[in-house]
């Protein structure tokens, strides 16, 4: 089993900076995938909408939304993925799931809530 455990989440105003990580934990031979993604207010589960996704030497890819605020990196030595926000906007307020691919297994974070004030 493989638990993914989120942190950086929180209240910012408009045009700040919040890192999310997320750490793997368990039976871990290999991640494929690591990815973030948002569920806005409102929407459902299965509305969730890619932020941010990298797989093992892989390019990054972004939401249209993101480019050019938002960058994805990962650790592989610590399990681990993180997600810079820079000049956030109140559009981007959201509760943010981290997402691995894990020996061809799907696991999901417990998400982290994001709230950018205007």
């Known amino acids: 089993q493989v638990q993914l455990v989120e942190s950086g989440g929180g209240l910012v105003q408009a045009g700040g900076s919040l890192r999310l990580s997320c750490t793997a934990s368990?039976?871990?031979?290999?991640?494929?995938?690591m990815g973030w993604y948002r569920q806005a207010p409102g929407k459902q589960r299965e509305q969730r909408e890619l932020v941010a996704g990298i797989t093992t030497g892989g390019r990054p890819v972004y939401a249209n939304s993101v480019k050019g605020r938002f960058a994805i990196d990962r650790d592989n030595a610590k399990n681990t993925v993180y997600l810079q926000m820079n000049s956030l906007k109140p559009e981007d307020t959201a509760v943010y799931y981290c997402?691995?691919?894990?020996?061809?297994?799907?696991?999901w974070g417990q998400g982290t809530q994001v709230t950018v004030s205007s």
């Open positions: 997402r691995m691919v894990v020996s061809s297994r799907e696991y």
């Open positions: 368990g039976s871990i031979a290999s991640i494929n995938e």
